[in-house]
């Protein structure tokens, strides 16, 4: 058996740790390969975390592309090989005219669970503009949906199952900027990398908006660290990078801003 207890202590997300839990349990008792449904990034790093201290179990983790934001998790035995293939992943293509009528992630993401599934089941939903979305599914709910997603806002659409390698993916924009600063805060850092004053950053912290590593952190003092993720609601996420101490210790860092 697993050290349960000793893994959901100081975890935010117990309920879906308690989850993979039973799940690495079920796969070192059967042999077999276990999948979650889709995690969200913060529910991800935390067993992903947890898990990397236990040498019974080996997992893999896919979205269906490599800049996924939802993922399912694979686990089995550290004895059985894994990788991208052994997570059951499905992509829909949700085509409609959206000219007149554009529909936002929020608005696909609604009629899917208008439909009665639940948010676990889908993963990222790719909007194409006037043409529709493509959304990744559990592949049991894709005939459930090509049934019964026949309408996004006033379209009405046609819902049919694709091949993942006909996504639709666009590539980031990336941006490779350097910053001077006399400290590693959240604010200063942030700031510098989004582009945007230190006191409209420190606002955004305080009301929630911000996570780092995809945990919310509201004190602006927060000390980031090199290889940290900042992702700001809205306005897209900073990597931090190199750092290096200047003659007059100050802090020059290397960011990339994705948007």
């Known amino acids: 058996m697993l050290p349960k207890e000793d893994l959901l202590q ?25 999948a979650m449904d889709f995690l969200s990034p913060p529910e991800l790093m935390e067993i992903e975390s947890a898990f990397e201290r236990l040498t019974e179990i080996n997992m893999v983790a896919w979205g269906g592309y ?44 609604g009629a899917m669970l208008g439909t009665g599934i639940v948010r676990e089941k889908t993963g990222d939903i790719i909007v194409l503009g006037e043409r529709g979305a493509q959304a990744i599914v559990v592949p049991e709910m894709v005939e459930f949906l090509e049934m ?5 806002r006033s379209v009405p659409v ?7 390698s006909e996504l639709k993916i666009r590539e980031p924009k990336k ?3 350097t910053t001077v600063e ?44 090199p290889e940290d993720l900042i992702a700001i609601r809205g306005k897209g996420r900073l990597e931090v990078g190199e750092v290096q101490t200047t003659k007059k210790q100050r802090y020059r ?3 990339t801003r994705y948007k």
């Not at 046609?158 to 993942?164: E, S, V, Y």
Request: glycine share 4%; with cysteine.
């Open 158 to 164: 046609k819902t049919q199952a694709i091949a993942l």
């Open 182 to 225: 006399a400290s590693m805060r959240l604010d200063a850092i942030a700031s510098a990398g989004f582009g945007m004053s230190r006191s409209k950053m420190a606002d955004l912290i305080n009301s929630g908006d911000v996570r780092v590593n995809w945990k919310e952190i509201t004190q602006p003092s927060y000390q980031v660290k």
């Open 66 to 109: 490599p800049q996924a934001e939802r993922k399912r998790v694979a686990i089995a035995r550290a004895d059985l090989p894994l990788d991208k293939a052994s997570v059951p992943i499905a992509a829909l293509d949700i085509a409609g005219n959206f000219l007149f009528d554009p529909a936002s992630h929020r608005d696909f993401l």
């Open 175 to 177: 941006k490779e900027l």
């Open 253 to 255: 860092v290397q960011l």
């Open 10 to 34: 100081s975890v935010e997300n117990r309920e879906t740790m308690a989850r993979a839990i039973d799940c690495a349990e079920q796969a070192i008792k059967t042999w077999e390969i276990v």
């Open 148 to 152: 019964n997603l026949t309408q996004v």
